[in-house]
């Protein structure tokens, strides 16, 4: 059983190629430096057993369907669970696309997967962190977090779903996240998914300790909503340039 493990362990790590890394490095650097690793210890776990990638990402999709119900019924320490699910779900992703190396099966509907995956853990985040700030109960914004919650979920997936009908239409994808320059020949955009997941699971994780997690969500709900307000004109141009 260990010679196995060992076996699969080296096959996975093999199957990370430099490029890979390389990129990673760049555009992931928390899954290079911390989920990756992880996943690696785990992955041979997953190949022993018989699974899939695409049984992988069945499973992250139910972690991030937990995220509310670990925040109503998870009691005064709930934001732990949901910090939890949702760094483990970060090494799963890994795990998805480590099994997908190792055995060569790549598909559409894994991208497909991977991607509405994605999109539902970022909405249920926003509905559980307006859960957890209910139940909280302190200020205007706590007192009203589910609505709030499920008002920046509704504005996430309202832009994802803008974004995706004018990509189907004319083949071309208005992103989300705005153009960062480079200071002193370092790319900025290197740093942004890293600040984004240190913000959002780091920022609950001190919110829920310190009993600031309205402040939080009013936090989250100013950068959605900024982030929202910032690429609609660009949506529109856009749509402009199509006319016709």
């Not at 153009?179 to 790319?187: D, I, K, M, N, S």
Request: net charge positive; with cysteine; aromatic share 12%.
């Amino acid at each position: 059983m260990i010679a196995r493990y060992r076996r699969l362990l080296a096959e996975v790590r093999a199957s990370y190629s430099p490029e890979k890394a390389a990129e990673e490095k760049r555009s992931e650097f928390l899954a290079y430096l911390i989920y990756r690793p992880l996943s690696f210890f785990l992955t041979p776990l997953f190949l022993a057993a018989g699974l899939s990638a695409d049984a992988v990402t069945l499973a992250m999709f139910a972690g991030a369907a937990a995220l509310p119900v670990v925040a109503w019924w998870g009691g005064a320490h709930a934001y732990l669970g949901v910090v939890a699910i949702a760094l483990g779900l970060q090494v799963l992703d890994c795990v998805d696309g480590n099994i997908a190396r190792v055995t060569r099966r790549f598909s559409p509907v894994g991208g497909m997967l991977d991607g509405l995956c994605t999109m539902l853990f970022w909405a249920l985040f926003f509905f559980t962190v307006g859960i957890l700030a209910q139940h909280e109960g302190s200020g205007w914004v706590a007192r009203h977090g589910r609505e709030i919650g499920l008002g920046l979920a509704a504005l996430l997936l309202a832009q994802r779903e803008m974004e995706d009908t004018f990509d189907n239409c004319f083949g071309e994808r208005v992103r989300t996240e705005p153009t960062l320059p480079a200071v002193a020949g370092f790319e900025l955009r290197q740093v942004a998914k890293l600040a984004e997941q240190l913000l959002a699971f780091g920022g609950l994780a001190l919110a829920g300790a310190r009993g600031w997690t309205g402040f939080f969500l009013g936090g989250l709900a100013v950068y959605q909503v900024s982030v929202f307000t910032l690429w609609l004109p660009r949506f529109g141009r856009a749509v402009w340039r199509r006319r016709g």
